[in-house]
């Protein structure tokens, strides 16, 4: 059974296919959609939390990261309640294919360094949600 995340009336306009998008980057990786959060503000952005643990971090939780102007993160959680500890980002596009999320989610487990980068891309800047929607649903390229 699929859990499906409550996009209320009001938020942020490219929220819905951004859902969507998560719903395959999730199917992908096995998991499913209520391992999701998503925060409306801008930039529109959404934490994902996975199973695995990072070889570098095994007593701390793991979770990818997605927001709308540097695309996808990996991550381990503090465990003081701070910002997470971003290990890496995937380059390229804001809303690369589903499997090229999960290769990179199985680079960064292996501590693989040659996939992604350390610093975060700047593949966009926040706004034009219309655009937004466009590039999570496949319809534009950045």
């Known amino acids: 059974?699929?859990?499906?995340?409550?996009?209320?009336?009001?938020?942020?306009p490219a929220a819905p296919a951004l859902t969507a998008?998560?719903?395959?980057?999730?199917?992908?990786?096995?998991?499913?959609?209520?391992?999701?959060?998503?925060d409306h503000a801008s930039p529109l952005?959404?934490?994902?939390?996975?199973?695995?643990?990072?070889p570098a971090y095994p007593d701390r939780d793991f979770a990818l990261l997605w927001d709308e102007e540097h695309g996808w993160a990996a991550a381990i959680e503090t465990h003081s309640g701070e910002d997470l500890i971003v290990v890496r980002y995937l380059d390229g596009t804001v809303a690369p294919p589903p499997e090229r999320v999960a290769r990179f989610?199985?680079?960064?487990?292996?501590?693989?360094?040659?996939?992604?980068?350390p610093d975060p891309?700047?593949?966009?800047?926040?706004?034009?949600?219309?655009?937004?929607?466009?590039?999570?649903?496949?319809?534009?390229?950045?």
């Open 1 to 12: 059974m699929t859990a499906s995340i409550d996009i209320p009336t009001g938020h942020h």
């Open 121 to 142: 891309p700047r593949l966009r800047a926040a706004g034009r949600p219309e655009e937004l929607a466009g590039l999570l649903d496949g319809r534009r390229k950045p």
């Open 45 to 54: 952005s959404a934490y994902l939390a996975l199973d695995q643990r990072h």
């Open 105 to 117: 989610t199985e680079a960064v487990l292996a501590d693989d360094h040659t996939v992604g980068t």
């Open 21 to 38: 998008y998560l719903r395959a980057v999730t199917a992908e990786l096995g998991i499913g959609l209520e391992s999701c959060t998503l």
